[in-house]
């Protein structure tokens, strides 16, 4: 079952994350071993996760990097989905 407008991944761990744990973007990038321009892209949505970024982040924030990388995922699918249209394509069906 397909999310309604998922939130960007940034935002999650915006929420989830970073504010529980009252700490800064540079405090967190630190953590996470990236520069806090690298994180800080990412927290505003201008940046993805990447199967690196989820194997950083499930260290030092916990779930499984599967688990960020589907979070990213199902943003990228449903933003796709408003932009493109396959209305006009047919399944392949076996001779």
């Not at 505003?44 to 970024?53: D, F, L, T």
């Not at 932009?83 to 394509?89: F, Q, R």
């Amino acid at each position: 079952m397909s999310m309604y407008n998922p939130p960007h991944p940034g935002e999650i761990i915006r929420e989830f994350c970073v504010e529980p744990l009252h700490i800064n973007v540079t405090e967190a990038a630190k953590a996470l071993g990236v520069t806090r321009k690298t994180f800080s892209a990412i927290l505003n949505g201008r940046a993805g996760i990447s199967p690196e970024m989820a194997l950083r982040l499930s260290k030092v924030f916990g779930r499984t990097p599967e688990g960020w990388l589907r979070l990213q995922l199902q943003y990228d699918l449903w933003n796709t989905k408003q932009s493109v249209d396959i209305g006009n394509l047919k399944r392949i069906k076996a001779a």
